[in-house]
Nanobody
Framework: RVQVAESGGGSVQAGGSLRLSCEVS????????LAWFRQPPEKEREGVAA???????RYADSVKGRFTISRHNNDNNVYLSMENLKPEDTGVYFC?????????????????????WGQGTQVTVAS
């Protein structure tokens, strides 16, 4: 049974940093795409960053230059390093896995492209 579990959320002041971790268990092989999404309060879930097995990475414009995604292909763990955090980065952060099937890079941050999800971890950035 595949399980996806996030950790590392918390509360920080604006300008601070956090590192989120995601562990995927029960899936044997290298997942096609591992990604991070977030859902701000009273808003829809949005894609933040995605990383493919071939090294392709995509970021949402709002986090470019501040967030870094990294993954271990041998165990499907994925991380999100977040720097210079802003209050608008507040939300529940979800890790997601697309196990197989290539898609255009333009769709990597689309939530409906992913078939396995974690429960989420809260990130709160105070101004």
């Amino acid at each position: 049974r595949v399980q996806v579990a996030e950790s590392g959320g918390g509360s920080v002041q604006a300008g601070g940093s956090l590192r989120l971790s995601c562990e995927v268990s029960g899936y044997y092989g290298s997942a096609y795409s591992l990604a991070w999404f977030r859902q701000p309060p009273e808003k829809e879930r949005e894609g933040v960053a995605a990383a493919l097995t071939d090294g392709t990475i995509r970021y949402a414009d709002s986090v470019k230059g501040r967030f870094t995604i990294s993954r271990h292909n041998n165990d499907n763990n994925v991380y999100l390093s977040m720097e210079n955090l802003k209050p608008e980065d507040t939300g529940v952060y979800f890790c997601a896995m697309r196990s197989a099937g290539s898609i255009p890079t333009s769709r990597l941050l689309g939530q409906y492209e992913y078939n396995w999800w974690g429960q989420g971890t809260q990130v709160t950035v105070a101004s």
